[in-house]
């Protein structure tokens, strides 16, 4: 399938000075605009209610970015028949004009891009880097799933059936509401993408987006309205996953869910979506993508410093709260203490404090609870093996924790089987690289990993036996591009659906074919 000339966004380089000016002016003009308060938008209309969350800064944690009103129920029954309403438009409007919406609405986060990247410092923690990679996938997301809106138009076809001298079509439709529920570690790139995904498509959307990363989420809305998406196409409506979540997640007219969070939300959401309740007369679809523990296997016959330098940019960029992430390096024996001896060098050197200075490397973590879970596992950790770099911690201005290596861990230990999401490696040693190839798959999810090796045939065997859906040789674990590495995972990582790639608008339509005898 054609994508109509589609071409990545350029990652801003940080080495040079003029670009540092133009993020640090970016981030005063956020800083300039911290404080204020936002509303719902359901329907077009600008809506507060009795209930505002804070939204705070975990460099600073007293410093507040956002005040943001939430949905309770009678604000989420009115985004729901705002957006029955709206689709009843919405999905006959040319496919070319969605996709249009699209594409407007990459032109003004392109033109606002360091600002968009800025709040994300603020709100979310990231660094430069990370935060420009962010936006930049955010746009990339609009760019290519625009242009495959259009390709997909061009797949309704006419046929004639010389036997019954029929002409037949098939065109693909859009299924109705849906419910978006966005994570908070890529707080624009996979709320612009999950969302995008399914307005494109002609369905309509409640979006929700994740409780610590409101204010950015509520800037993507204003983009899309400037952009001149129609009210109600997009329902912004934060609140409690456990009151509001739940009701999208079990209401009879929600058509699908599209999820990326936790395994264990994940799981729930999957299984209230399957029931059948009164009034429903379809079933629903979940797209969701749950996490990864994700490993790198090094091979015997491979490139040092390649190794360590991948398994360190893969546990800690971005806090090592990316699903992405490598949180297992999983090394043959043969070359063990150099890897690990490497591994331990280049992470001590990493710069770890204040996303908003341009030298820092990694910034906090999430919030109190992902920073009490984080520091619970490193304890765990010096029990299970041996702590070699990082293991410190402190909550008292900010989040932060030291990037975490422990080695000489069996391979079944908790730290090496589950989910921690934070700046925390686990490294085990492996026989030969049969062994190690158990390893890489004996987890229950199956979402990103790699393999240092300059074996051609072990190479060829990981591509078919390394079961992840996302594998990449002799590189880093992390940073998918959309449109060329689509991305998702198997098992508990999710649904098997690939965002940013050629099968996944299809996942938010539904074929139909139409037969006229003349």
């Known amino acids: 399938m054609a994508i109509y000339s589609y071409q990545t966004e350029p990652l801003t380089d940080f080495t040079k000075v003029e ?65 029955l309403n709206a689709f009843e438009q919405w999905k006959r409007v040319s496919p070319s004009v969605r996709a249009d919406v699209l594409f407007k609405t990459a ?60 002409r037949n079509t098939y065109k693909y439709i859009p299924l109705g509401v849906g ?9 624009l790139a996979i709320l612009v993408g999950m969302t995008s995904a399914a307005i494109v498509a002609g369905n309509t959307v409640i979006m929700k987006p ?36 739940d009701w999208f997640v079990k209401h009879p007219k929600t058509r699908f869910i599209s999820f990326t969070g936790s395994k264990e939300v994940g799981i729930n959401i999957y299984e209230e979506a399957a029931k059948v309740r009164p009034g429903q007369i379809w079933l629903k679809r979940v797209i969701a993508e749950m996490g990864g523990k994700d490993g790198i296997l090094v091979d015997s016959n491979c ?8 398994i360190v940019k893969s546990a800690f960029g971005f806090s090592g709260q990316k699903c992405s992430a490598c949180s297992r390096a999983i090394i043959h024996q043969d070359v063990y203490d150099e890897v690990v001896q490497k591994i331990i060098t280049k ?60 080695i000489d861990l069996d391979e079944n230990a908790r730290l090496m089987q589950e989910e921690i999401f934070g700046p925390v ?7 030969d690289f049969d062994h190690g190839m158990v390893v890489a798959n004996n987890t229950e999810f199956g979402l990103t990993g790699a393999i240092i090796s300059n074996n051609r045939e072990h190479l060829e065997r990981a591509k078919e036996d390394f079961h992840v859906g996302n594998l ?28 940013g790639g050629p099968d996944y608008l299809v996942l938010h339509l539904q074929g139909k074919t139409v037969s006229e005898a003349f």
């Open 425 to 431: 490696l686990a490294v085990c040693k492996v026989r």
């Open 210 to 245: 994740a409780m610590t990363t409101q204010v950015i989420a509520y800037k993507f809305m204003e983009a899309l309205i400037e952009a001149g998406l129609p009210a109600g196409v997009v329902n912004f409506c934060p609140g409690k996953g456990s009151e509001i979540g």
């Open 107 to 166: 032109g003004i986060i392109r033109r606002r891009k360091h600002e968009f990247s800025a709040w994300m410092t603020k709100e979310a923690g990231k660094s430069y880097a990370e935060a420009d990679g962010d936006t930049a996938e955010a746009i990339d997301f609009l760019e290519y799933y625009g242009r495959q809106m259009l390709a997909l138009e061009r797949i309704d076809d006419c046929v004639l059936s010389r036997r019954n001298m029929e």
């Open 19 to 83: 670009h540092q000016v133009a993020y640090q002016e970016a981030l005063a003009y956020v800083e300039a605009n911290l404080g204020k308060t936002y509303p719902l938008i359901i329907g077009g209309k600008m809506i507060q209610t009795g209930r505002l969350y804070t939204s705070k800064n975990p460099s600073m944690h007293k410093e507040a970015i956002g005040h943001i009103f939430q949905a309770g129920m009678d604000e989420a029954k009115l985004a729901m028949d705002s957006a």
């Open 303 to 310: 490139d040092i410093e390649l190794a360590a330098e991948a």
């Open 179 to 187: 419910a978006i529920i966005a994570p908070w570690n890529f707080p």
């Open 347 to 406: 992470t001590n050197a990493l710069k770890v404090g204040n996303p908003s200075l341009s030298t820092t490397f990694m910034g906090p973590v999430n919030d109190k609870r992902d920073f009490d879970k984080i520091v619970e596992y490193i304890e765990i950790g010096k029990q299970e093996g041996k702590l070699v770099a990082g293991g410190g911690y402190l909550d008292e201005v900010g989040y932060f924790i030291e990037p975490t290596v422990i």
């Open 472 to 499: 990449y040789l002799n590189r880093k674990c992390t940073g998918a591009i959309v449109g060329y590495q689509p991305f998702g995972g198997f098992n508990m990582s999710g649904t098997d659906s690939k965002a």
